[in-house]
């Protein structure tokens, strides 16, 4: 699980070297990565370029279907209530994140809300390293 939210802080860190918010994101099934993403708000000046929608549609693409039967989503920070949308939509299976998101995450309050969305959901995955890097991004950006 590790190598997988190893493979979500190195898109962390592409975001970060383009001075979006570093969050990072990708799709695994069957044991392996189907898709990649990470924010790309600033550059696309697009709202909704998440890391995790990025990799939802990514990953339809991949498939060629909307629907993501047995996939997990790892992210490194909790999804947002628009991204929850999103992986509730495309069926996805189990996320795993790194950092609660205060402000804005839901994907377990989302996750029992809903009738027959069994999300299984898995938090806390390379804390550290999830924290460190948004933490360092909005240190500098406040200097």
């Given at each position: 699980?590790?190598?997988?939210?190893?493979?979500?802080?190195?898109?962390?860190?592409?975001?970060?070297?383009?001075?979006e918010v570093p969050?990072?994101?990708?799709?695994?099934?069957?044991?392996?990565?189907?898709?990649?993403?990470?924010?790309?708000?600033?550059?696309?000046?697009?709202?909704?370029?998440?890391?995790?929608?990025?990799a939802i549609n990514?990953?339809?693409?991949?498939?060629?279907?909307?629907?993501?039967?047995?996939?997990?989503?790892?992210v490194t920070v909790?999804?947002?209530?628009?991204?929850?949308?999103?992986?509730?939509?495309?069926?996805?299976?189990?996320?795993?994140?790194?950092?609660?998101?205060?402000?804005?995450?839901?994907?377990?309050?989302?996750?029992?809300?809903?009738?027959?969305?069994?999300?299984?959901?898995?938090?806390?995955?390379?804390?550290?390293?999830?924290?460190?890097?948004?933490?360092?991004?909005?240190?500098?950006?406040?200097?």
């Amino acid at each position: 699980m590790n190598k997988f939210m190893f493979e979500a802080l190195k898109q962390a860190n592409k975001a970060y070297k383009k001075r979006e918010v570093p969050i990072g994101a990708i799709i695994v099934k069957n044991n392996k990565i189907i898709s990649r993403a990470y924010n790309k708000k600033e550059k696309s000046k697009i709202a909704t370029h998440h890391a995790e929608i990025l990799a939802i549609n990514k990953a339809c693409k991949k498939l060629k279907n909307w629907r993501l039967i047995d996939c997990t989503l790892y992210v490194t920070v909790e999804p947002c209530l628009m991204c929850c949308g999103a992986i509730i939509q495309s069926r996805i299976k189990k996320v795993v994140y790194g950092i609660p998101n205060k402000n804005y995450g839901g994907i377990e309050s989302v996750s029992n809300s809903f009738k027959n969305t069994n999300i299984i959901v898995e938090k806390g995955i390379m804390e550290s390293e999830c924290l460190s890097i948004l933490q360092k991004f909005f240190n500098e950006k406040r200097n």
